[in-house]
């Protein structure tokens, strides 16, 4: 049975391939989470307006050559927003101070301890950001994005073998670091 | 929390504790993005204007009105398709959808946008005409005229243009409705802003790229030599005919355009020079002159002593080279006119085309021989050059002759002073002011100043060319034949104007930029003082910010060294919308070393408000006439007292104002070069809105030089090459002395 979520995708899309005017329907559907998922990654609001500007304006420019290959539509786009900050990074760090974005501090306690405090929680985003960039941006679009492996490995252009890769490498990461977490005082 | 499951991830997290990190990841959300609305639906705006460009791109309506009738039936035909599509798809969309009214442009946030087209304005569905018409406002005050294309609005001002320089505002306000009577939800604006107006002298158009392939046209052989490689050439007056001497000496003529060969002498001719006026030919032979007239083809014989080597002409008069001086035919037969010199080993090598002067070989040294001064002039004699040059040829008025140095060729003034260096070849000067470059290998073609890289004009063996009168056609000598071709016809000189506007440009855009020392570098020791401590501000900062500039108005005020006057007015702008400027009169003078302008001088004048009536945005100042330009439409009956030019003491000029198009033009005046005079534009100047200008405008302008002023002319035979001389071969060999 088809998914009627898809196939109203698919009608977008296709829409939007034969008139470019079409674009906007796809573009009120998927804005808030290419724009959510870019503002994790650069944590400055003027970046992050660029770079979802970037993103959507190459979306319009590429929709003739867009292909359906059974993947959502948004796996297209995250993918195009992940080589546009992996661009972005390479010329220019994020300009916000970590604590300042996720309002935490590394020192805190062991995971349970951590886990009882809701503010807390959070806390473990700060381990994320010293994650290698693959890794971090693949913990996102899994655990942020609930996104699925293969459309993950659409965005970043990897098998889905090496998303897992990067994925558990990435946890067992965090894992080994979590024992170092210290609650503010 | 170590209930975390996802069967994607079963095989990778096995452990309890990779379970539990997991957990905690999927539970934890960073915090809410912050969010602008005006970021989201601007964006989205911009998309939209992109992809109605895109659609509009394909079959623009405007664009069929305006082409060649067959493309137009061609776009009539694609537009009834498009309309037909739009229908049709507005129909099946109007029921559930269209609950906002959308519009774009796709020139809105542009800048430099073309001034002959009108303002297209889409709707996302059909509107209402006359509501929508009533709803626009336009920014300077224009008066319009509306078309629609389906849901596309034409804005047109009824002048036919926009105006230059300028920022415009277009506002359809809330009274705009749709065909279904829906109102917009806001006024909607959309900006832009214009190109400058069209350069009253063109850009030189761009030289053509060295090719592999020829750039000549008509290239053929006229006629095999004989027995030798090259020969001295004489063209006829109307470049038809061709004189030249073959193998054995003999002194033959071939049409030009190729065909039978005529014989004038038979044998033992050894220079030969046709009259300015082309009725007469002279030729040396066995040690005297021949004289042809063509008109009745009879022969006289001048027998001059010494023996002739080299015949001339000075206007009707013939002139002769002998061993111990230059003679022409007096009243009572031969009189020497100016000696040579009677040590070394003196050889003269070419008299010039007017007669003017003759070139001779001193041993290894070259001079020039003024022959129209008296014998103890000063400068009578002058050596050109260094040891070792060697005489290449004239320019066609013989004001001026080229001469090789090594591994160059030096265009020098009959003092020798240096004019300026072109690469060596085998070179002959054109009526056009053009040189060929011939050699064994290739031709090229290059102006006299030598400030533009040589254009090659084919490869091939191009030897001794010789430019036809007409400046077009040459021939040129390979394989033992004589060829004649075509060349291509040099870009027009870029003007002084055209130079300085380039280093405005680059000074303007390095100060846009921020680039301090990139302006830095357009300054001179007084242009920098200028922008110095206390003076203006290289780089603009603060808020409203520096956004854009244009130039007023520009006049070439002086030669030698050549010196122009540029109004730059900087915008400043306060979001999107300009909300001030001021004025800097810049004063750039070409470096005699570089050949470069610099800025030396610069004014800043004060800052005026926008958006407060007309305003001037460009000026056209000519001897006879100014063109004042303003942004908006102007109320024709408050213009013909409010623009008036003053004098130095403050006097107006009699004059008269005209008025088109946003345009004042006032004519009939006699503008002095370097007198200072003040353009007046009084508040009682308003826009067919009825909005008076702020306050008076004045800006001081110079009486020009004429227009198009040569731009790398210099030295006293600055002034241009006369009209084609008829005698146009510059150079006789060496061989033919």
């Known amino acids: ?185 | 929390m170590s209930s975390y499951h996802d069967p994607e991830l079963e095989d990778i997290l096995q452990d309890d504790e990779l379970r539990r990190v997991a957990s905690l990841l999927s539970l934890v959300r960073p915090p809410e993005a912050p969010l602008d609305d005006a970021f989201r639906t601007g964006l989205r705006r911009q998309l939209m204007q992109q992809a109605w460009a895109v659609s509009e791109g394909r079959t623009s309506w405007w664009r069929r009105a305006f082409a060649p009738p067959g493309i137009a039936w061609a776009g009539a035909a694609a537009g009834l398709v498009l309309i037909a599509s739009l229908v049709v798809w507005y129909a099946v969309q109007q029921p559930g959808g269209l609950t906002q009214v959308y519009l774009q442009s796709a020139i809105d946030g542009k800048t430099n946008v073309s001034l002959q087209q009108p303002i297209l304005v889409s709707f996302n569905q059909p509107m209402d005409h006359r509501s929508t018409q009533d709803a626009v406002q336009i920014t300077p005050a224009t008066n319009v005229a509306y078309s629609w294309d389906v849901n596309t609005l034409a804005v047109l001002p009824t002048s036919g243009n926009l105006a230059p320089n300028t920022q415009y505002q277009v506002t359809i306000g809330t009274g705009a409705k749709t065909a279904s009577g829906q109102p917009l939800t806001s006024a909607q604006t959309i900006t832009f802003v214009t190109q400058p107006p069209p350069s009253p002298s063109p850009p030189p158009s761009p030289r053509p790229t060295p090719t592999s392939s020829s750039l000549l046209t008509g290239e053929k052989q006229l006629v095999s030599l004989g027995g030798t490689n090259t020969s001295p050439v004489q063209w006829s007056a109307d470049s038809s005919t061709v004189y030249y001497l073959d193998g054995k000496g003999a002194l033959d003529v071939v049409p030009a355009k190729g065909g039978a060969v005529g014989l004038i002498a038979p044998d033992g001719v050894s220079s030969f020079a046709i009259s300015p006026a082309g009725d007469r030919l002279a030729y040396v032979r066995a040690g005297k002159i021949e004289v042809l007239t063509f008109a009745d083809g009879k022969t006289e014989e001048i027998r001059p002593t010494p023996a002739p080597v080299l015949v001339g002409w000075a206007k009707d008069k013939i002139i002769w080279a002998a061993s111990d001086g230059i003679y022409n035919q007096g009243a009572n037969g031969p009189a020497q006119i100016a000696p040579l010199p009677a040590t070394g080993v003196v050889t003269v090598v070419s008299i010039a085309p007017d007669g003017g002067h003759a070139a001779y070989k001193q041993d290894q040294n070259l001079f020039v021989l003024d022959l129209a001064t008296s014998p103890n002039s000063p400068n009578k004699t002058a050596q050109i050059g260094q040891a070792a040059a060697a005489f290449v040829g004239w320019s066609p008025g013989g004001s001026e002759i080229l001469y090789s140095a090594g591994d160059k060729l030096v265009v020098s003034d009959m003092l020798g002073t240096t004019l300026s260096n072109l690469p060596s070849g085998e070179a002959s000067w054109s009526s056009q002011d053009a040189i060929l470059l011939g050699s064994d290998t290739d031709l090229y073609q290059v102006r006299p100043d030598g400030n533009v890289a040589a254009t090659k004009l084919a490869n091939g063996t191009y030897h001794v060319p010789q430019w036809a009168p007409n400046g077009a056609s040459f021939v040129f000598f390979r394989g033992g034949a004589m060829w004649t071709a075509v060349a291509p016809a040099m870009p027009p000189e870029p003007t002084a104007l055209d130079d300085a506007t380039k280093a405005v440009i680059a000074f303007m855009q390095a100060r846009l930029n921020a680039q301090a020392d990139g302006a830095t570098a357009l300054l001179d020791d007084q242009g920098k003082k200028a922008y110095g401590d206390g003076g203006l501000p290289l780089v603009i900062k603060g808020d409203p910010r520096f956004t854009r500039f244009y130039v007023l108005t520009q006049e070439t005020v002086a030669t030698q060294p050549d010196t122009t006057r540029f109004v730059v007015r900087l915008v400043l702008t306060r979001g999107k919308i300009d909300v001030s400027e001021y004025e800097e009169t810049l004063t750039l003078v070409r470096d005699a070393t570089t050949r470069s302008f610099l800025v030396d001088q610069a004014v800043g004048g004060p800052h005026r408000d926008l958006g407060k009536g007309a305003e001037v945005v460009s000026v056209d100042v000519a001897p006879d006439a100014v063109k004042v330009s303003f942004d908006s439409d102007l109320d024709p009956g408050a213009v013909a007292d409010g623009v008036v030019i003053l004098n130095s003491k403050g006097k107006q000029l009699d004059a008269t104002a005209t008025y088109l198009n946003r345009t004042v033009t006032i004519s009939g005046l006699d503008l002095k070069p370097g007198d200072i005079y003040r353009l007046v534009v009084l508040p009682t100047v308003r826009d067919v809105s009825g909005h008076n200008i702020a306050a008076e405008y004045d800006l001081d302008l110079v009486g020009p030089l004429a227009k198009n002023h040569p731009a790398n002319k210099q030295g006293p035979n600055a002034t241009p090459s006369p009209s084609p001389s008829p005698t146009a071969s510059p150079s006789a060999s060496p061989a033919a002395a």
């Open chain 1, 1 to 185: 049975m088809s998914d009627p979520s898809r196939d109203e995708e698919r009608e977008l899309v296709e829409r939007a391939q034969r008139d470019p005017r079409q674009f906007g329907a796809l573009y009120d559907r998927h804005f808030q989470q290419i724009y959510r998922f870019v503002y994790s990654r650069v944590r400055e609001q003027t970046a992050a307006e660029d770079v979802t500007s970037e993103v959507f304006m190459k979306a319009l420019k590429a929709m003739p050559r867009y292909q359906d290959t059974g993947r959502p539509f948004a796996a297209w786009l995250y993918q195009i927003a992940v080589n546009a900050i992996a661009d972005r990074y390479r010329t220019l760090r994020p300009s916000q101070p970590l604590e300042d974005f996720h309002d935490l501090s590394v020192a805190g306690p062991a995971l349970e301890d951590l886990a009882a405090h809701r503010d807390e929680l959070r806390r473990i985003w700060t381990l994320v950001e010293a994650l290698p960039h693959q890794q971090r941006t693949a913990l996102v679009l899994k655990f942020q994005e609930d996104m699925k492996i293969d459309d993950i490995a659409v965005a970043m252009g990897k098998s889905a073998g090496a998303v897992k890769l990067l994925i558990h490498r990435g946890v067992t990461r965090l894992r080994d670091e979590a024992t170092s977490l210290r609650p503010v005082e």
